[in-house]
């Protein structure tokens, strides 16, 4: 096991298995970043997916770590099972209870039973798994079918695991979330109002086992162009085509910028990503039709990481008209607000979750109510008729977006979050 030298002693560098869903997936990468980082920082680490490779829209840097990843899906259906039948027949009342703790409950919907299922049956293969290679802490990134496998074969094998928690996971709960924050040894947030909500859901005595390290900027060379906002002015927007992202909102503004005569674009890219659920993709483009903005609205679905850099470079204002669901599901901080905002773009969004802790009104941006279009109209007005205010407030959200998502700083916080957190447990267990 890596060693880690400290003035006072010296402390062991955990083998950490990340337990994902997909590794590399376009859509998270802050994820991806994250994860190499880590590695080029020293800390031994495996990623494990539980489904298979899904490469469609990565980034170059994303495709030459694929092979790296131990990767199952479908074909690993029949090793999942012969585990599960085998801890059946050595340990029947064990292997039913910690079933029906961890997959016998009210699920929010079907897609999260069945996630959570093969999450189990995952977990118990793995335990086997960690055990033989060594693995000392168990990581889910996300807390729903990757942090059940974690907790499962954690439970099975007495390796330790943690998971992070964000935006649309805590809001609505899935019924074992309490249950998971609870058991693991630690807990990652990656902004203040996600870590105050997990503390306001844990007992005073596990407060302090969150610990808060924001996200690093994904984007390499990031280049900060002069804002222009000549006519027309280029709106860009970019995320999920679902609830939380309010991008129908978006089009009501545009709509009415265009009945006041004012000449902008807007081009607005998103899909499904992996998972569909709420997709709104077919909405929205009977949206723009019926508003007749087939002219001023561009919806070229989705986009690969590479060639977010080159839109970024070509717009003038980044708009993210973030809700909350009727569900009660929302975002974080968009990771797309962070790197337009490091692009130099000024950013127009929401009141919305954590979004207030980069997008400062005023400030780094300008946030309105959300679900009120005509104050989206009236901030991209405001910023048109106020150039200078619009640069200053976009030089202001890059400092802010370099400082707080500085990917050296954060990276290292994050290694040491695993290191000092594994080296207080062992201490605990001896």
Same mark, same amino acid.
């Given at each position: 096991?890596? $060693? ?7 402390? !062991? ?10 590794? =590399?997936?376009?859509?998270? =990468?802050?994820?991806?970043? @994250?994860?190499? #980082? ?49 801890? $059946? ?7 039913? /209870? ?10 929010? +919907? ?12 995952? /977990? ?7 055990? #033989? ?7 889910? =990134?996300?807390?729903?079918?990757a942090a059940t496998a974690a907790w499962a074969a954690s439970r099975l ?11 649309? +996971?805590?809001?609505?709960? @899935? ?14 947030? &990656?902004?203040? *109002? ?20 924001? +996200? ?13 906002? *000549? ?61 007749? $903005? #087939? ?30 669901? !009727?569900? /009660? #599901? ?7 607000? %962070? ?5 130099? $773009?000024?950013? %127009?969004?929401?009141?919305v979750n954590a979004i207030p802790e980069i997008v400062r009104n005023g ?5 309105? !109510? ?11 007005l405001y910023m048109s008729a106020h150039p200078d205010e619009a640069r200053?407030?976009?030089? &202001? ?12 700083? &954060? ?20």
């Open positions: 096991m890596p $060693l880690e030298y400290t003035r006072q002693r010296v402390v !062991p560098m955990p083998h950490v298995a990340y337990v994902l869903l997909w590794y =590399p997936v376009f859509t998270q =990468p802050f994820i991806f970043r @994250e994860v190499e #980082e880590l590695k080029k920082a020293g800390l031994p680490l495996t990623v494990y997916t539980l489904y298979g490779r899904s490469l469609r829209k990565c980034s170059d840097e994303m495709r030459a770590v694929a092979c790296q990843t131990r990767s199952f899906g479908m074909r690993a259906l029949g090793r999942f099972f012969c585990a599960f039948l085998w801890r $059946l027949c050595v340990q029947p009342r064990g292997t039913l /209870g910690l079933m029906r703790e961890m997959v016998c409950r009210s699920w929010l +919907n079907v897609e999260s039973a069945a996630e959570v299922l093969w999450g189990f049956l995952a /977990g118990i293969y793995l335990a086997r798994l960690f055990t #033989e290679a060594g693995i000392d802490l168990i990581h889910a =990134p996300w807390p729903r079918g094998s007495g390796i330790p695991f943690s998971l992070a928690a964000r935006g649309d +996971n805590l809001e609505p709960a @899935e019924p074992d979330l309490l249950d998971k924050m609870t058991q693991c040894l630690f807990i990652r947030a &990656n902004n203040q *109002a996600d870590k105050a909500r997990m503390q306001h859901m844990l007992s005073p005595a596990l407060r302090d086992k969150i610990d808060l390290i924001y +996200n690093s900027l994904t984007l390499r060379k990031a280049q900060c162009l002069p804002v222009c906002l *000549a006519s027309p002015v280029r709106l860009l927007a970019v995320g999920r085509f679902s609830a939380t992202k309010g991008f129908e909102y978006l089009l009501e503004a545009c709509k009415i910028l265009h009945d006041k005569h004012f000449s902008c674009t807007l081009t607005l890219i998103g899909g499904g990503g992996l998972a569909t659920g709420g997709y709104q993709g077919p909405q929205l483009a009977r949206m723009r039709t019926a508003l007749g $903005l #087939e002219q001023q609205v561009r919806m070229p679905g989705l986009v690969s990481h590479n060639e977010l850099p080159k839109l970024l470079e070509t717009h003038d204002i980044f708009v993210a008209p973030c809700v909350i669901a !009727p569900s /009660g #599901e929302r975002d974080g901080i968009p990771n797309v607000i %962070i790197e337009a905002m490091a692009f130099g $773009l000024p950013v %127009i969004s929401t009141r400030e780094t941006g300008i946030t309105v !109510p959300q679900r009120d279009a005509a104050a989206l109209a009236e901030a991209v200053r407030m976009a030089v &202001n959200g890059r400092k802010l977006a370099l400082e707080l998502f500085d990917e050296a700083s &954060n990276i290292r916080k994050l290694r040491d979050m695993f290191v000092t957190r594994y080296a207080s447990s062992r201490e605990q267990r001896v």
